[in-house]
């Protein structure tokens, strides 16, 4: 065990978010997460991803991190990114290999080079998944080391953010004497929190439907095959609620959490706030009328864009609906018809009881599970490593263990 963790150093997870910012204060104990505090506020100074006021993000964030932490001085803080133009590269590499069997030294020279051919000018390497080794140019092999071939090939799928959201969120945390651990991108930290490994074993769909934002992940055998992120998630509901009742966004969110429904609900009407003087009386099938239609929408389009990938759509064995707007009554269940395969709301796999049935809060619980991953492999990155750099120091580590 490493000595920073010996120590039970507090560090904090934070998730932003449009809708709002959360965090929480966690130790390593025992080679798991330990969630000491959380805190969530409502988000201000970020929209579609783009920081238009820094002084009321930075705001926020400090509050956020006030109330989950005691720590005086600097403060050590894992956050996500949410990029709508993330870019997904699958790169194939090759190096020819010795006569007496594949090495370990040959494994980290294919990765290094993979990493290092696989960068996109004014893009930031967020996230890198070994796929497959090819034994020369023919055979697909998970496990290399011994082999024997004349030629060592490495398939790998990489995601790539732009470069100025790293740089702006760098630029305020250091403002605010925050150190930056590590960035991790949102969907596939959601998909951390509520995937089991069975799961991302057989092939699995994880939606992350958001405020702004619906974070697209597949899985199969383990890896990610896919990922995209889109531009419609639950404030289009709330905003086509609003249109359609004629009342304020702060209305409508309200009568989509309460009484909103993607099932056909029972004819009765129900009264909504419009402000603290005044009431209106709807009915639950006119706000369903409204609410269904633009969620078979963002699950027709993600289906669509999927059902492209012909490699994604034939892992897909079953779908995990999270986020703040999976919490819809009956998207179980109008999931199913839309993808023909089984459907459930995740449940978040670390936190207490409460957190685990929240999942407005599996990007901040995968962000602290990645968090755990990387001590664990000894991935501490610093402002003086390059990204290839840090993200070797993880792969020596991982392969010290898988190719022992």
């Not at 998730?15 to 988000?43: E, R, V």
């Not at 998630?233 to 309200?254: F, K, P, R, W, Y």
């Not at 018809?337 to 999942?359: M, W, Y």
Request: glycine share 6%; hydrophobic share 35%; charged share 25%.
């Amino acid at each position: 065990m490493f000595s920073f963790l010996k120590n039970n150093n507090q560090f904090i997870a934070l998730d932003i978010g449009s809708q709002k910012i959360s965090g929480a204060s966690f130790i390593i104990k025992n080679g798991s997460p330990l969630i000491i505090k959380m805190d969530h506020q409502k988000s201000k100074g970020i929209r579609r991803s783009k920081l238009n006021n820094i002084e009321d993000l930075s705001s926020i964030i400090n509050l956020v991190c006030k109330n989950v932490s005691s720590k005086s001085g600097k403060k050590e803080l894992f956050c996500n990114i949410t990029d709508p133009n993330i870019i997904t590269k699958k790169n194939t590499t090759k190096i020819n290999s010795g006569k007496l069997g594949v090495t370990k030294k040959e494994i980290r020279k294919i990765y290094r080079k993979n990493l290092t051919e696989s960068n996109i000018k004014g893009k930031h390497l967020i996230y890198s998944s070994p796929h497959d080794f090819i034994l020369d140019d023919d055979n697909l092999i998970s496990n290399p080391l011994g082999k024997k071939c004349s030629k060592l090939g490495l398939i790998s799928y990489n995601l790539f953010v732009e470069n100025h959201y790293i740089n702006e969120l760098g630029s305020l945390f250091k403002k605010n004497k925050v150190e930056i651990k590590n960035f991790f991108d949102s969907g596939v930290a959601s998909s951390y929190s509520c995937l089991d490994n069975n799961e991302k074993k057989e092939g699995v769909l994880c939606i992350d439907i958001g405020a702004e934002t619906t974070k697209i992940v597949v899985y199969s055998d383990n890896k990610i095959i896919f990922c995209k992120n889109l531009g419609l998630a639950g404030d289009n509901v709330t905003s086509d609620v609003s249109h359609g009742l004629q009342i304020s966004i702060e209305a409508a969110e309200h009568a989509k959490i309460m009484y909103g429904s993607v099932v056909a609900p029972f004819n009765e009407k129900v009264e909504i706030e419009i402000d603290s003087k005044r009431r209106k009386l709807i009915s639950k099938n006119l706000l369903y009328g409204i609410i269904k239609p633009r969620y078979e929408e963002i699950l027709e389009i993600i289906r669509d864009r999927i059902f492209d990938d012909i490699n994604a759509r034939l892992n897909i064995k079953s779908v995990v609906l999270t986020g703040g707007a999976s919490k819809i009554f009956g998207i179980k269940n109008i999931s199913e018809n839309i993808f023909n395969r089984k459907a459930k709301v995740g449940k978040n796999l670390i936190g207490d009881i409460s957190s685990q049935e929240k999942p407005e809060f599996s990007t901040l619980m995968g962000i602290i599970k990645l968090a755990n991953d990387f001590f664990m492999y000894n991935q501490i990155p610093n402002k003086s490593s390059s990204k290839v750099s840090v993200i070797m120091d993880k792969i020596d580590n991982w392969i010290e263990e898988s190719y022992a």
